[in-house]
């Protein structure tokens, strides 16, 4: 690299039947301010205008670098574009959404001056309306920023309102196959962060879309959320830095999967999530809750389940009955 050479920065751009919104997308990040990008756009299989669409991107801008595989899912699409990213930071964007022109030098501005792996930026929510995500300006260790993440509330997994250091991600694959890929692979992150920046300045657009992977939570859904935030609570554990409440709340998530699975269609589907659910359950035998009610639901499905279940079932009927 020259010297004074700004760093590169790789964005990755999964797609699947994107002709509507990947215009605007790419539009978007065409025009950062930041000097030198490269965007990565995955094709995961689209059946759409979306191959024509890239294509023509491609060939009137060489900073767009297009890859084009057989549907395998947002985990495998961009774990396809971080082995082959150039860049010495990686952010990523969704085709739904699009991006301030500033996203990603406030980003690396906000990285390099705290020294940080990972920084973060407020962002708009599109739909009906906007809506502010806000964030504070701050600075924090990896620890904080865990509990943050965990806690749901101030910061969210999405990873298209980051931009990470290359040596922080180096490696780390996302899951395949599931959803809600993100908590995972931040969550590995952050075991190489040393500092974790928020910038309170709104710089992204989340547009909702009614028909996306992490809206209509299906039971399988459903379960795949509580796997992967089981997964980001085991990294907690293994650490020593997962307050005992968060546990709980795991507890309560698999008791209510449990609830929605005992009143669901029966079938083998069926069958294996509450299998897998009760797996997960099981995980925290030795927790002490907090909640006597909890802690009950919880000794009455782990020792009971079949009494349980037609105890749950019972006063389910009478409840539809009343309404």
Excluded at 94 to 106: G, I, Q, T, V
Excluded at 268 to 295: K, M, Q
Aim: overall charge positive.
């Amino acid at each position: 690299m020259l010297v004074n050479q700004p760093p590169l920065i790789s964005v990755i751009v999964p797609v699947f039947n994107g002709e509507t919104t990947l215009p605007r997308c790419l539009d978007s990040l065409l025009r950062q301010d930041h000097a030198r990008l490269e965007i990565l756009v995955v094709d995961d299989g689209s059946t759409d205008r979306t191959p024509q669409i890239l294509a023509g991107y491609a060939a009137r801008d060489p900073r767009l670098r297009v890859v084009r595989q057989e549907n395998a899912g947002q985990g495998a699409a961009r774990n396809r574009a971080l082995a082959l990213c150039r860049g010495s930071f990686v952010g990523f964007a969704d085709a739904d959404d699009y991006a301030e022109p500033a996203l990603f030098s406030s980003l690396l501005q906000a990285l390099e001056a705290n020294g940080a792996d990972i920084a973060c930026c407020a962002y708009w929510t599109d739909g009906a309306e906007s809506r502010l995500q806000p964030l504070p300006d701050r600075t924090l260790s990896a620890a904080e920023a865990y509990a943050l993440l965990v806690d749901n509330r101030v910061m969210k997994h999405f990873l298209w309102n980051k931009l990470f250091r290359r040596s922080a991600i180096e490696g780390i694959a996302m899951p395949e196959g599931r959803i809600f890929e993100d908590i995972v692979f931040l969550t590995r992150c952050l075991a190489r962060c040393r500092k974790f920046v928020l910038l309170s300045r709104p710089l992204y657009h989340y547009c909702e879309n009614p028909s996306s992977t992490s809206r209509a939570l299906s039971l399988e859904k459903r379960y795949q959320y509580l796997l992967a935030t089981h997964e980001e609570q085991l990294f907690g554990l293994e650490r020593g830095i997962l307050p005992p409440r968060h546990q709980e709340r795991i507890v309560r998530r698999s008791l209510h999967l449990v609830n929605r699975l005992l009143t669901a269609a029966p079938g083998p589907g069926t069958d294996r999530l509450l299998r897998s659910t009760l797996e997960i359950l099981h995980a925290y035998d030795g927790l002490r809750l907090a909640s006597p009610a909890v802690a009950l639901r919880r000794r009455l499905v782990c020792r009971h389940l079949p009494a349980y279940a037609r105890a749950y079932r019972f006063f389910r009927s009478l409840r539809k009955k009343k309404d």
